[in-house]
């Protein structure tokens, strides 16, 4: 006994070694990439010094003498922090994520690659001013400097996947400007899901699920008014979209902007904000920096992790920022295939060759997955199918176009005035947008800068026949011929996704908008007074009342108001719903009464004919979600109202509302207790900032990488969203990826946040030490001149060469 009574404490011993040698050597791995923000480093090809001030948040102020230092140390910092992340992203765009993560990302790489991003790049990088390529090699440079001196000090996610960076190249950086376009391209996912709905019930079922032409929209340009049977269509883009959606890469939705002229404003200059609406993830899409060459170039503002120039932002003149036009710029074309020969197509009445690329994708573990993809003229064949030999489905995509978007950024980091920004704007292209400006001398305007195409003829909405040119592009519409306004007399811009131009304007651009609500909601607030300043915009970005609510919440109360056949229960619910004010707070008990009534109103309506597979792809779509239930709601009946289930019955409008009425204080009661009062919505409407390598709850466990879950309150139909899916409620997976105030009076009041932090490393102090800030809509002080950044700064690092 006395020997076993021995053994036991040596195991225990010998547990606890190795338990804390475990942690010792988990803690080296989760540190052995944080970056020295003190260091004096030298690089190899720098002329002059650098230094680089970090304020209290990490967030590099980079001053150089001139622009090849200043891009050069502008990688070297940005690889500080983002490394990882951006061979992410550059292993998206090229279509390497098996090589990592394995064969589930074999039909992604083959999608990514089929978009042939990289032979964009190339033709781009080729039609390039030769300054713009030299600050390209210099961040690339900058990088793989940074690269070659921390190979044994890597971020802990190459060392967790066992591989090191490679070399980065100035054509990487164009690949994520591929990447952008192909996130913001519309149509594909709703038009299968409706196509597959247009089958099974017909047209008339369809139209019930889409906005009436008639309906009224709220334009962002007001004043300007110039067969398929066999085929697997989800079996592609839905299936890899899903895999980026995990992974955290799908990232471009909604956003808002918006600036006042000098006239509304309490300072007599303009003030303009932006709010991007991505994808909310850990470390976040957007890397804060500050560009100085001095008396040359004065830029700071968000950038893209992987290429060095500021997306949104201001320099010493004008300021900008962003909000997706939504464009239909995808189209779909069913192309007969020579049953003889599946690598010819009919065009024209003749047999064309396609293009066939033979890819092999390298899987982790050492397999290889060899795969074909063929082109036609209009581009990738993105249909698998099955036992179908004759049919298959192309895509036409304006990311295959020339653009030059980095050109444009690179402009708009110089740009003085109007015309210059207009003039960089040109070959803002594949990632539409309409784009709101602001300048020192006054000015204000919003300019549609998107690559619209012009059809021969067909809806864009339906599957095309391939087998002819008759609905093929003709070209894109002319810059000069894409809306905007100017200085216009109601002293704002404004837009947030919702419908561009009225139907007079001669170009289609799309169906594909947001419904109205959050820029109705913005103009009702620009309405309020007569000036504004910073503490307004700030309220305005924080806003959580809702137009949806306002237009149907008297439609819901009064139709239950009709029956009496209520729980003490429920009657407690619906007289706190009937005088709610429609603020979705994360307080508010009415807000999960709302949100929940939504979710289950729309299933009591879809499901019971959908069945589970359709239903869910349904609700994956956030634009046929909002369509549908604005839809019902509005119309106070529809066709599918009646419950195919209930035999001898016809349900109607009312039924509907009634019976998901009760099923909300159910499900409400059955998860947060038997008193309203204390259904608040933060409870059920959270927050986490997932990291791709988070979903791994050993990997969580040990590193940290997810962040949350946090109460929030808002929702897709406020101005402060936090956008969650119907067939995951109410798990938040949008909202703003930043925001930003800036007073064209004083570039120093200029306040940003984002919902992250600077870097990209969990154990770094900075990863998401500004969570809090956003999640309280606050800022931090976004200082401009010299003197306060060497006040504020934290840190400071000397470059030189070497």
Same mark, same amino acid.
């Given at each position: ?12 011993? !010998?547990i606890?070694i ?5 942690a010792?050597?988990v803690?080296?791995?989760?540190r ?9 480093v030298?690089?190899? @090809? ?18 150089a ?9 502008? @990688? ?5 922090d983002r490394l990882w ?20 990302l ?5 999608l990514?690659?089929s ?7 190339h ?16 961040y690339?440079d900058? &990088?793989?400097?940074y ?5 044994d ?5 190459f ?9 980065w ?12 376009g ?30 009436? &032409?008639?309906?009224?929209?709220t334009l ?16 592609t ?7 980026l ?22 300072t ?14 850990a470390?976040?899409?957007w890397?804060?920096?500050?560009h100085?060459?001095?008396?040359k170039?004065n ?5 893209l ?18 909000t997706?036009?939504?464009?239909d710029?995808?189209?779909f074309?069913?192309?007969? &295939?020579?049953?003889e ?8 009445g ?5 293009? &066939?690329?033979k ?5 982790s ?9 063929r ?7 993105i249909?698998?199918f ?22 444009t950024?690179?402009?708009?980091n ?17 990632v539409?947008?309409?784009t ?15 690559g ?7 809806d ?7 087998w ?13 011929? !894409?809306?905007?306004?100017f ?6 811009v ?5 419908k ?8 289609y651009?799309?169906?594909w ?6 820029i ?12 504004? @300043?910073?503490e ?10 809702s137009?949806?609510?306002?237009e ?5 109360t009064?139709?239950?108001?009709r ?10 619910? !619906? ?18 009464i ?6 289950l109103?729309t299933?009591n309506m879809?499901?019971?004919e ?5 239903y ?6 956030l634009l046929l979600?909002?369509f549908?239930?604005?839809?019902f709601l ?5 066709l ?19 019976k998901?009425f ?6 409400l009661?059955?998860?947060? @207790? ?10 059920i409407?959270?927050?986490t ?8 709850k ?17 929702s897709?139909h ?7 899916l119907?067939?995951?409620p109410f798990?938040?997976?949008n909202g703003a ?18 919902p992250t932090g ?8 900075h ?16 200082y ?11 840190y400071?690092?000397i470059?030189?060469?070497k």
């Open positions: 006994m006395k020997k076993l009574k021995i053994v036991g404490i040596v195991l225990i011993v !010998l606890g190795a338990v804390v040698a475990g010792l050597f803690r080296s791995m989760a052995r990439g944080l970056p020295d923000y003190d260091a004096t030298e690089l190899s @090809g720098l002329i002059g010094e650098v230094v680089v001030y970090r304020d209290a948040y990490g967030i590099p102020h980079v001053y003498q001139n622009e090849d230092d200043l891009y050069r140390a502008v @990688g070297y910092c940005m690889a500080q992340q951006m061979d992410l992203l550059r292993r998206v765009c090229t279509g390497r994520l098996s090589e990592i993560f394995g064969e589930d074999v039909e992604t790489d083959l990514m690659r978009l042939r991003i990289q032979k964009k790049s033709m781009v990088l080729e039609r390039t001013e030769g300054h713009i390529v030299n600050a390209l090699q210099s690339a900058g &990088v793989n400097q690269i070659e001196a921390h190979q000090k890597l971020p802990p996610e060392i967790i996947l066992r591989y090191k960076p490679e070399k190249l100035p054509e990487h950086s164009l690949h994520l400007v591929g990447y952008m192909w996130d913001l391209r519309l149509s594909w996912d709703e038009e299968v899901v409706l196509e597959r709905i247009r089958k099974k019930f017909g047209d008339d079922m369809v139209k019930e699920l889409l906005l009436d &032409v008639d309906f009224p929209k962002v340009y007001p004043e300007f008014e110039s067969n398929l049977a066999g085929i697997n269509l989800e079996s883009l839905l299936t890899a979209n899903n895999w959606q995990k992974l955290g890469l799908v990232i471009f939705n909604a956003s808002n902007n918006w600036a006042i002229s000098g006239e509304k404003s309490v007599g200059k303009p003030l303009l904000a932006n709010d991007m609406h991505l994808d909310l993830f470390p976040g899409i890397y804060q920096m500050h100085v060459v001095e008396g170039l830029v700071t503002g968000v950038v992790p992987g290429q060095p120039f500021v997306v949104a932002g201001h320099n010493e003149r004008i300021a900008w920022g962003f997706n036009v939504m464009v710029n995808t189209d074309y069913l192309e007969k &295939v020579n049953p020969n599946p690598n010819q197509y009919e065009l024209n003749e047999w064309k060759e396609m293009e &066939v690329r890819e092999e994708i390298k899987i573990g050492g397999q290889t997955a060899r795969e074909k993809l082109f036609t003229h209009r581009g990738p064949v249909s698998h099955h036992d179908v030999d004759d049919v298959a489905i192309s895509m036409r995509w304006i990311g295959n176009d020339y653009s030059n978007e980095l050109r950024i690179y402009l708009l110089r740009a003085n005035n109007w015309d210059e920004f207009k003039n960089a704007m040109r070959t803002f292209i594949s539409s947008q309409n709101v400006y602001a300048d020192v001398d006054g000015n204000i305007g919003l300019y549609c800068c998107a619209v195409p012009i059809r021969k003829g067909g864009s909405n339906a599957l095309l026949p391939g002819t040119e008759e609905f093929d592009w003709q070209r894109i519409v002319p810059f000069e011929d !894409l809306p905007y306004s200085n216009p007399e109601s002293g704002f404004a837009s947030a996704n919702n561009t131009v009225s139907e007079d304007y001669p170009h651009i799309s169906h908008f947001f419904p109205r609500y959050r109705d909601r913005i103009r009702e607030m620009l309405g309020e007074k007569e000036k504004f @300043g910073i307004d915009f700030k309220r305005m970005l924080a806003d959580l009342k137009k949806l609510v306002e149907i919440k008297g439609i819901v009064s139709t239950l108001e029956s009496d056949e209520w729980s003490e229960l429920e009657d407690q619910a !619906l007289e706190l719903f009937s005088s709610w004010d429609g603020i979705l707070s994360k307080t508010s008990p009415e807000a999960s709302f949100e929940t009534f939504l979710c109103f299933e879809l499901l019971d959908m069945g589970d597979e359709l869910r792809k349904f609700l994956s779509s979600r909002d549908a239930i604005q839809n509005r119309k106070r009946g529809s599918w109202s009646d419950d195919v289930k209930t035999d001898g019955i016809k349900e109607t409008f009312e039924d509907m509302v009634q998901s009760k099923d909300t204080i159910s499900s009661r059955a998860e947060l @207790g038997k008193d309203p009062t204390g259904w608040r919505w933060g409870k409407h959270r927050l900032l997932a990291h791709p390598m988070g979903s791994v050993l990997l969580d466990w040990l590193f940290k990488f997810n962040r949350g879950s946090y109460e929030v309150g808002g897709f406020s101005v402060c969203p936090y956008v969650y119907l067939n995951e798990a938040v997976t990826s930043h925001r930003h105030i800036y007073s064209l009076s004083n570039w120093d009041n200029a306040l940003t946040v984002i600077v870097s990209g490393i969990p154990a770094n102090p990863y998401c030490d500004q969570t809090k800030l956003y999640l309280e809509n606050q800022y931090r002080a976004d401009f001149s010299r003197d306060l950044i060497q006040k504020n700064a934290r400071q690092m470059i030189k060469g």
